[in-house]
């Protein structure tokens, strides 16, 4: 309706139309009204959403033994003695982010 003598919003809100049986429900208080998840929906979103999210970010380590071959893990990294270290870290590739 383009008449700006009417406002379309305000006749549908004020309105008795409501598909989704919304003004029968009591509102909800977000804090009062929270319950804690069940074990198996905080289980659920552990081993789908958690768990694959975790192993995608996770830091993986290398080291370089005196040969120049690459080794998995820190069992290869120089002693204090032995001479100077080089850390080298991108953070979140690919801006992918963690909220944990």
Do not use: M
Not at 20 to 27: C, D, G
């Amino acid at each position: 309706v383009l008449d700006d003598r009417l406002n379309l919003t305000e006749i549908i809100v004020d309105s008795q139309i409501d598909p989704f049986k919304k003004r029968l429900e009591k509102p909800i208080d977000p804090i009062t009204g929270w319950k804690k998840p069940s074990e198996e929906y905080t289980r659920h979103t552990i081993e789908n959403s958690v768990k694959p999210l975790r192993r995608l970010t996770s830091p993986v380590f290398f080291s370089t033994d005196k040969e120049g071959k690459r080794r998995k893990g820190l069992s290869e990294l120089p002693t204090q003695n032995e001479g100077p270290l080089l850390f080298v870290a991108n953070h979140q590739f690919g801006k992918c982010k963690s909220y944990q």
